[in-house]
């Protein structure tokens, strides 16, 4: 359900680009927000604000890597694995984290708790290895850092569902 | 002391609020520029600062801005905040901790340039980035300092923060535009350039955002104060992001013409190789270009020294590979990227990024051959210089100093099947095993 408050967001934001077709980004960040992913009436929502078809919507929404197409975990887990971070051994703590959850990269835990990604450089190579819980970075992990970091997140989610 | 011109104060204690950015000199220069220049006469500053671009191509700023469309078209700036290069995280710390510098400097570039509406286009991975930013734009707007007849001139301005959605290839100046236009980041044709063409077929110019950020201190000092530092031909200073198999990875502001060896062993920048291990090879530019072996460890950091030197400057990322890497595993990482990056629109790219990684795959893995290894060079070949964009440029820039500088690793892996060094040097070498068509 995209909420009103969710739209006319939308729409004071195309207001203020000369065209209102570049709020195509901006928009499907906000229907991610409310939706968790982009559904089909994300689409349309954004589509029927912009004046565009949804087939137009969706082939912007599937080209870039932030929007994720199906429903993700509470928390998205992205590990960068490119060079840099590979240089610090990113692919002990993936592997590290793939078993801690009992998961393969790319896949949710059955209770939709976590989902497990691994990503392209974050600009974050100083302070490798890196991953972002939800699009905030957690930075110089070591596979007891993530330990923590898990038991914190099951903490924190268990709270909210009581 | 070494000169900080873009990261001066940046661990200031709330310099990215307006308040202490101010104590600190913040919006001077903006204020001396609508008092005591015309646009064009920062223009001229900039072209006599000599300063180039810190996005990775090094066009000379000044110059790229005088290549604007004289007509009356409104114009627009991009500020290229799309940090996707691997190795580079320079642009990041800056938009974090001390973005009034970079709000300052798009307000002076818009002035300069005379531009109606800047977008700040930031990548989508950077949250607290472009949070940061937007609230400083927001300060500014509150102060007077962006929006209508700014500070009492006759200059008005508005900028726009937008987020990227995750995808390399909107940091190309033309993909990027396309993106802000609302589409898919595929690359556009050039000619025509953006100066002339550009962002909703308007008159553009686009810029790095440490580029940008620099520009408050060159209005400030003047021209030819920053062009006192450095060398000829690659004036200033600029961040470089240090990483990889060094004690103190992290952001340090050098001034351009310092050795590379400075950077990595000084004990106030890298601290030397960790682990007490030796230098194997360095990539000073970010993952697009070539290794450098420690032969050239004395080579100046400028555009043009390590061009010679057989790599290039790009965007400052140094990625150190210590005596202990395997080249031919690190070439498969660095070419993953591109191929995940790939946008797809060119078929060079599109199929010789994914046909690069398998050969390479299959190398390390214990299933390649000799003549892979010719093989990876013809099709590098054709992709650099035959690509839609420089992605595919980029694509191959690491493996061919890889295989060029490094080629007895990618044969042992040929022949034995494992890594020469490093952990998988002690893997049990592949049996020779018939591979069925199309098995992984």
Not at chain 1, 133 to 148: G, H, L, Q, S, W
């Amino acid at each position: 359900m995209i909420s009103e408050q969710a739209k006319q967001r939308m729409r004071d934001i195309a207001a203020r680009y000369p065209v209102a077709r570049s709020a195509i980004l901006p928009a499907l960040h906000i229907a991610q927000q409310e939706e968790s992913y982009i559904t089909p009436e994300g689409l349309q929502t954004v589509a029927d604000l912009l004046g565009l078809t949804v087939d137009d919507v969706e082939s912007v929404a599937t080209f870039y890597t932030m929007y994720y197409q199906r429903p993700p975990g509470k928390k998205v887990i992205k590990i960068c694995n490119s060079i840099s971070c590979y240089l610090r051994d990113c692919d002990g703590l993936i592997e590290h984290l793939e078993a801690r959850l009992g998961i393969k990269r790319g896949e949710t835990t059955p209770d939709g708790k976590f989902t497990l990604l691994t990503a392209e450089c974050l600009a974050s190579c100083g302070t490798a290895p890196v991953l972002q819980v939800n699009d905030e970075f957690v930075e110089n992990v070591t596979p007891e850092k993530a330990d923590a970091l898990i038991n914190e997140l099951d903490r924190e989610l268990n709270a909210t569902r009581s | 002391m070494p000169e900080l011109i873009v990261t001066k104060d940046i661990d200031v204690p709330g310099i990215d609020t307006l308040e202490v950015y101010r104590q600190h000199g913040g919006y001077q220069a903006l204020e001396k520029a609508l008092k005591e220049f015309e646009p064009e006469g920062i223009v001229e500053e900039v072209k006599k600062a000599g300063i180039r671009g810190r996005g990775g191509a090094g066009f000379p700023t000044g110059l790229k801005w005088s290549f604007l469309a004289k007509n009356d078209k409104p114009r627009y700036l991009c500020v290229n905040c799309d940090e996707s290069e691997p190795g580079t995280f320079k642009d990041r710390a800056l938009m974090e901790k001390i973005p009034h510098r970079l709000v300052e400097g798009v307000i002076l570039t818009s002035y300069a340039c005379r531009v109606s509406i800047a977008f700040i286009y930031i990548r989508g991975e950077l949250a607290l980035a472009a949070r940061q930013v937007e609230r400083a734009v927001q300060e500014a707007y509150a102060e007077g300092l962006i929006g209508k007849n700014i500070l009492g001139s006759n200059f008005s301005l508005e900028v726009i923060v937008h987020r990227g959605a995750g995808a390399y290839i909107c940091g190309e100046e033309s993909a990027l535009m396309e993106s802000l236009e609302g589409r898919r980041g595929y690359p556009r044709l050039k000619p025509p350039f953006p100066a002339a063409v550009g962002v909703y077929g308007n008159p553009t110019v686009i810029n790095n955002c440490e580029t940008v950020a620099t520009i408050p201190a060159i209005v400030q000092n003047g021209g030819a104060w920053y062009g006192s530092f450095g060398t000829e031909k690659s004036k200033g200073t600029r961040v470089f992001s240090l990483s990889g198999h060094v004690n103190k990875p992290g952001n340090y502001e050098l001034v351009m013409g310092l050795p590379l060896r400075t950077l990595i062993y000084d004990e106030q920048y890298g601290g030397g190789i960790w682990k007490g291990r030796e230098l194997k090879a360095v990539i000073p530019g970010g993952s697009s270009f070539s290794f450098l072996k420690p032969d050239k460890l004395d080579t100046p950091l400028d555009f043009d020294a390590v061009m010679a030197a057989g790599s290039a400057l790009g965007s400052g990322g140094v990625i150190v590979f210590d005596d202990q890497t395997c080249i031919v595993a690190a070439c498969l990482r660095i070419l993953e990227f591109y191929r995940d990056e790939s946008c797809g629109k060119c078929t060079p790219c599109r199929e010789g990024t994914y046909w690069m990684t398998e050969l390479v795959e299959r190398l390390e893995h214990g299933h390649g051959k000799m003549k892979d290894i010719d093989l990876l060079l013809d099709i590098c070949d054709n992709i650099s210089g035959k690509s839609f964009c420089p992605l595919g440029d980029a694509a191959t820039g690491a493996l061919t100093g890889g295989v060029k500088l490094f080629r007895e690793e990618f044969e042992y892996h040929a022949l034995h099947g494992r890594c020469m060094v490093g952990p998988g040097s002690q893997r049990p070498a592949a049996q020779n095993t018939t591979q069925p068509a199309g098995a992984r």
